[in-house]
């Protein structure tokens, strides 16, 4: 790669990451394409995360750190990051201050969209852990138009753009919005992904490209033990759905998705998962569906009608719960559980 080839402004958010910043920034500077700048945008870290984040800078040109004059929450200091990339950059790929990307990563990427202009966004397997996520498009499927790609992600659950770490943008469509993401929505990064492929392409790598580490406690793995995602393909139903679905599949999908959701309810009421009630009840309500209290019921029964027809193993299962409901701190870390996803959606939490 030389520095003719298209510009390209990576941003890191960096808030209280010392531990994994430095690898982070590694595997930017280990890039085989040439022609990037690197924001690093430091949120008033206290752990010496900064001063970690310049020692890199004074070493290589390509690398700009940028001191948050008050302290952000998650998604506004994304935004913030965002908006200082460069005006000459092309595309625009997001690397989190505890995640690190492949050396082919962005060389991969700007490859597939520029063989075709109309793509908007581009993803790639993504190693989450130790799991590869993002699998299930054809492997001869490079291009999709951006009304299929989100339209298989509907019907058919091909869940292969998402996570801001996983994907690269092009950076006009990023420009053009004052808030690239929805600062009040904790999946904003899926959502965004709906809006910008109203009107543009997707483009896939097959190639493992980015890492997402795992953390207890983070906020993905918060999210994901309050099933967060269920409110999440509720907005995304309401809101983009019938941009990419006819009425009868929209109609059809929502109700399907609603008797799912439902059922989870009336298990996390029966396991008495106080969090996961509170949680859901206030996103139901918030939507024009509503919360219903006789749904939750019926989710009940259809639990216990399961649980009857397992009854040995349903016991077990039950008496594992049980026995984790008597720790001292179980209702701490339920209280813990909503407060930090409530937060992260008011834009009052932060992580890096």
Known sequence: MAKTDPAVSIITPLYNCAEYIGECIESVIAQTYENWEYIIVNNCSTDGSGDIARSYAKRDSRIRVIENKQFLTAIPNQNE?????????????????????????????????????SIGIVGAYVLNGTDVMCTGLSYRCEFSSGSEICRQHLLKQLYVFGSANGVLYRADLVRDREAFYNEAEIHADTEICFSVLRDNDFGFVHQILTFTRVRSRSLSTISTALQTDFAGMLRILRVHGPFFLSQDELEDLTERHMHVY???????????????????????????????????LKGVLSTLSDWASAPKSSIQKLVKIKKQRLHKNQHQEQDFLVSRIAKSEKGDWHEC
């Open 81 to 117: 990051a965002l908006r200082q990339i460069s005006r000459n950059s092309k595309y625009c790929k997001v690397v989190f201050a505890d995640d690190w990307i492949f050396p082919e990563c962005i060389e991969r990427m700007v490859s597939v969209a520029e063989k075709h202009p």
């Open 262 to 296: 439902y059922k989870f309810l009336g298990k996390s009421l029966l396991l008495g998962n106080i969090a996961v009630l509170n949680f859901h009840g206030a996103k139901l309500r918030e939507s024009k569906i509503g919360f219903s209290r006789s749904r939750v």
